[in-house]
């Protein structure tokens, strides 16, 4: 049975391996008719890229993205989308010493115990160059939104590297570009800067949270009871690679508020229904309410580590590793580009969903 795919009417399925000659995503149930932009496609992989600071695994992959199939003259044609990033920059070799070990909180032990067969060159398929793909589909999914329900804008930013957050009063968002830890708080940027370096040195790796915040999106997608946007949402989001938690709006903190703190009072406004706050996240009863959709993902540390850590062989006896390459001590930092990515694959793909159900909603106030 396949699970290399997601979405409902906007489907995408990835393919490949880190090590592999190239890997890819295959988009199918793309309206036809789009304008499909090469270069904006680049733009969103650029992004995502590794080795573009020393913050990032070192890899050199220019990851340029080929349009092989379901776009002519420039549009789509509504047929499938096979988009492929060849790998140029792999180092296999690095990765001997884990042929027979298993990397203390990576895929390795449970990959080798479901399949009893694992690709070792950077973990294949667990590796998050997979991700890659999804930005390059994710792309796709813009350049629709932007065709289709334009006004929708997708934006994402690291809160949290290892035990130190942002402060939420120092929140300017044309920050988010001009750091290399996609942060809209300047000073803990420079925070993030010493204790990365401290902790890249020591051959160590840290965790992160980030949120991606989608304005503009229309009140009414979404379902009930198993079609919920945050279902889906929720679902994109835990699938990437390393992820371990996910949040929509107050999330966890839900839990401490009472119902008054709680409950986003409603006034009506002159386009329509306003609310006092978004403790909901955008999302109520898993349908949207026009609000900012609101969702944050925690990132655990990079698996491979020049620290040495236990372990076991294939062959059960007790041993010792070291993980040597390229890896990132934050992997975090580019996973920012991969949330949006999925954001706006899961919006699109429930904006068809809503058209093909109900077209235009039904339920007016006022």
Same mark, same amino acid.
């Given at each position: ?68 199939? &379901? ?108 750091? @290399? ?99 909901? &996240? ?46 990132? @001590? ?37």
């Amino acid at each position: 049975m396949s699970m290399n795919s997601y979405g409902h009417l906007f489907r995408v399925t990835t393919w490949g391996e880190s090590h592999g000659p190239a890997l890819g995503a295959t988009v199918d149930g793309c309206p036809p008719g789009i304008e499909i932009d090469p270069v904006e496609l680049q733009y969103w992989l650029d992004r995502r890229k590794p080795g573009q600071n020393k913050y990032t695994t070192q890899r050199r992959e220019p990851d340029e993205v080929e349009i092989l199939s &379901g776009v002519f003259e420039g549009q789509s044609t509504g047929t499938p989308i096979q988009l492929m990033i060849r790998n140029t920059d792999q180092r296999s070799k690095d990765y001997g010493d884990i042929v027979e070990k298993f990397r203390p909180g990576h895929a390795d032990i449970t990959y080798w115990q479901k399949y009893g067969i694992r690709d070792y060159r950077g973990g294949g398929r667990s590796s998050a160059r997979e991700t890659a793909a999804r930005v390059a589909a994710g792309g796709v999914a813009r350049q629709a939104l932007n065709t289709l329900v334009p006004g929708i804008q997708i934006t994402g930013y690291m809160v949290q590297m290892g035990p130190h957050k942002i402060d939420r009063a120092k929140f300017d968002r044309d920050q988010i570009e001009q750091n @290399p830890f996609w942060t809209p708080d300047a000073k803990a940027a420079d925070t993030w800067a010493d204790y990365l370096d401290d902790l890249r040195k020591s051959g160590d790796s840290v965790g992160a949270v980030i949120e991606v915040v989608a304005r503009g999106v229309p009140a009414g997608l979404g379902a009930p009871v198993y079609g919920k946007l945050d279902t889906d949402l929720a679902a994109a989001m835990m699938s990437i690679n390393a992820v371990k938690g996910v949040e929509i709006g107050e999330g966890m903190d839900a839990a401490v508020l009472t119902g008054t703190e709680n409950a986003d009072e409603i006034f009506m406004g002159p386009d329509g229904p306003e609310y006092s706050s978004n403790h909901a &996240g955008g999302i109520l009863g898993g349908i949207s309410t026009g609000q900012d959709l609101v969702v944050r993902f925690a990132v655990k540390p990079t698996s491979s580590i020049l620290a040495t850590r236990k372990t076991i062989t294939k062959a059960g006896e007790p041993a010792e590793i070291i993980t040597k390459g390229r890896h990132d @001590p934050c992997v975090g930092i580019r996973a920012v580009p991969v949330g949006e990515a999925m954001m706006a694959a899961v919006i699109l793909d429930h904006w068809l969903l809503h058209r093909g159900q109900i077209g235009a909603n039904r339920g007016q106030i006022g």
